[in-house]
């Protein structure tokens, strides 16, 4: 059965961001291309639910914190995963407002846990979409290998090949062009926390959840395939990691 249309969306019932609908029906997804992670190729069935358009930004979580007094995990245990003095380590004091700085607002917020994200997506009566429900919206309806297309890509499509750098050299949201359901930043510019756990993890990683998208530091671009499966520990945080929000249909 040939895959539902997307469609674009109205304003989301809190009003804060606008959501694009995904209708409902069965689709294909996996690949045999990529790792053992993406086999196999399956067709599944999706009930209809809306997507962010954009990633939640700098700005959207900084409101959420000021209505909730809601505290990060890097900010309860005082230091986060970051860029220091020419390495990747542990940051005294760095969390997500260290890189929501004057001018950065619409920048995707990062250094937020899984826990995070769903808190945020909690407090706005959503949720996180799970990655079967990602990866179709970021695919449409003609499952692309990209969200843009079949063709690799290029500096245009989306923010990737990025050098390491504090603040991370994350974009505003909507700065490269959206796929055809509406969606933008469906990859690149941050790793995108999903609902459910990963399936592929080992029995001694129960906690690891799936996350789509690749991110600006991505060098390889088979990782922003739109069938392409990455996790990370639930408490994990990373400044090329941010989330969007999903929702029921109706």
């Known amino acids: 059965m040939k895959n539902a249309p997307l469609s674009r969306a109205r304003e989301a019932a809190n009003g804060r961001s606008t959501m694009v609908l995904v209708q409902a029906g069965r689709h ?11 086999r196999p190729v399956r067709e599944i069935e999706l009930e209809a639910f809306w997507l962010d358009e954009n990633l939640v930004t700098n700005e959207q979580f900084a409101s959420f914190a000021r ?5 990060t995990f890097a900010e309860r245990s005082g230091a986060a995963w970051g860029w220091h003095d020419g390495s990747f380590k542990n940051v005294p004091g760095l969390s997500w407002r260290s890189y929501a700085s004057r001018g950065r607002g ?8 899984w826990h995070d994200a769903k808190a945020y997506a909690d407090r706005s009566g959503k949720r996180l979409p799970t990655e079967w429900e990602w990866e179709v919206a970021a695919a449409g309806t003609g499952r692309s290998r990209y969200p843009w297309g079949e ?7 989306c923010n990737w090949r990025g050098s390491s ?11 490269y062009p959206a796929n055809e359901g509406g969606l933008f930043d469906m990859v690149g510019n941050v790793w995108q926390w999903c609902e459910n756990v990963f399936d592929a993890a080992p029995d001694d990683l129960p906690e690891l959840r799936a996350r789509r998208g690749g991110a600006w530091n ?24 941010g989330f969007r929000c999903a929702m029921d249909f109706g």
Do not use: K, M
């Open 151 to 157: 063709g690799a890509p290029d500096t245009i499509e």
């Open 28 to 38: 294909i997804v996996g690949s045999e291309e990529g790792s053992d992670a993406e």
């Open 67 to 71: 209505e909730t007094g809601y505290a």
């Open 106 to 113: 619409r920048h995707p917020v990062v250094l937020v846990n």
């Open 165 to 175: 750098a504090n603040p991370p050299p994350t974009s505003e949201v909507g700065s």
């Open 218 to 241: 991505v060098i390889q671009d088979f990782r922003l395939r739109c069938a392409n499966r990455g996790a990370l520990l639930a408490t994990g945080v990373a400044p090329n990691l």
